[in-house]
């Protein structure tokens, strides 16, 4: 049974990741977005059309439902810059990458951000600013 100082502690451990999360993730769209002005420029034009189609600045569900280019940047923005950078996986097998021997078993760490950063597929130059990555 937790004392009640053990559920403050574990409430303000959530409210804490929580807010920290969902800030960072906000902070790193608006910055992708100030790269990508034509990005911006079509979010904008996407939510003055939903303010003016329901003459509310209200959000509701179905409001949010009709958000669809706001969720394609956010969850871009969290393909490219993941809250959590580290995954962690267990070899399944043994496999040899790059001349190195990985055993099975062994911890394996995936570095999400990272791949993204390297790939020349999904990477696209900071200089071509009309879109906010290719997939969108």
Request: aromatic share 4%; charged share 25%.
């Amino acid at each position: 049974k937790l004392s009640h100082d053990d559920i403050i502690e574990n409430a303000l451990i959530l409210l804490v990741a929580g807010t920290e999360t969902t800030g960072s993730t906000l902070t790193s769209a608006i910055f992708f977005l100030g790269l990508h002005p034509l990005a911006w420029d079509k979010l904008v034009r996407e939510q003055q059309k939903i303010v003016s189609v329901h003459d509310t600045t209200e959000l509701t569900k179905e409001v949010l439902d009709e958000c669809t280019y706001l969720e394609a940047v956010i969850k871009e923005t969290m393909r490219i810059v993941p809250v959590s950078g580290v995954n962690l996986r267990s070899a399944e097998e043994t496999v040899i990458i790059d001349d190195c021997q990985i055993p099975k078993g062994t911890p394996v760490f995936c570095n999400v951000r990272l791949t993204h950063e390297l790939d020349p597929k999904t990477r696209r130059s900071v200089s071509n600013k009309d879109t906010l990555s290719s997939s969108l």
